[in-house]
């Protein structure tokens, strides 16, 4: 964690990280997650599936936002606490959607970074999207801020996947 906040420049080490991921097969099922790693790894109570009703298929930027609406609109409600560091799985476009909904309901000063797969999709080539910054940050491969990174975006994908399989199936056994 101490790693992870120095290579993203926060003021201080992040305790509460949340990741979100969107699943969805062309469209279908479309869901999103949210997983929660505190100090001591994982915190599997606080994690989230959101079923996404009305958009586009395949337009991961308005699961992104309506995922992140969602979510934060609960919290400032007092379901559930601010997170220090929120990351998004994907890209600039990604980012700059979960962006706009934390704006839409006032957040400000929530470190965001979108998550996206290197050139060639392989572990160790991630590049970091930060708000206000035109190039991406790529850590070194043996970087354990990128490694945890990694780890949260892997589960949040995981738990997306694992929610979006779920729904297809329940579909498939309707008449």
């Known amino acids: 964690l101490?790693?992870?906040?120095?290579?993203?420049?926060?003021?201080?080490?992040?305790?509460?990280?949340e990741c979100f991921d969107v699943s969805h097969t062309m469209g279908e099922s479309a869901m999103a997650s949210c997983v929660v790693f505190g100090l001591e790894g994982p915190l599997k109570s606080d994690y989230r599936r959101f079923n996404l009703k009305g958009l586009t298929p395949g337009d991961d930027f308005a699961g992104m936002r309506q995922a992140v609406s969602r979510h934060f609109a609960r919290v400032q409600q007092g379901e559930g606490a601010m997170p220090d560091l929120l990351l998004i799985d994907g890209g600039a476009g990604?980012?700059?959607?979960?962006?706009?909904?934390?704006?839409?309901?006032?957040?400000?000063?929530?470190?965001?970074?979108?998550?996206?797969?290197?050139?060639?999709?392989?572990?160790?080539?991630?590049?970091?999207?930060?708000?206000?910054?035109?190039?991406?940050?790529?850590?070194?491969?043996?970087?354990?801020?990128?490694?945890?990174?990694?780890r949260v975006r892997d589960e949040a994908h995981r738990f997306a996947i694992a929610g979006h399989r779920k729904a297809r199936a329940r579909l498939r056994l309707e008449s």
Not at 2 to 17: D, F, K, N, S
Not at 102 to 121: H, M, Q, S, T, W
């Open 94 to 150: 990604q980012l700059q959607a979960a962006r706009a909904a934390l704006a839409e309901l006032g957040i400000e000063g929530l470190p965001a970074v979108g998550v996206a797969k290197g050139a060639d999709r392989r572990a160790g080539q991630e590049r970091l999207f930060l708000a206000g910054q035109e190039a991406p940050l790529i850590l070194g491969a043996d970087s354990a801020a990128l490694r945890l990174v990694q």
């Open 2 to 17: 101490e790693a992870l906040g120095a290579a993203l420049g926060l003021e201080r080490t992040p305790q509460r990280i």
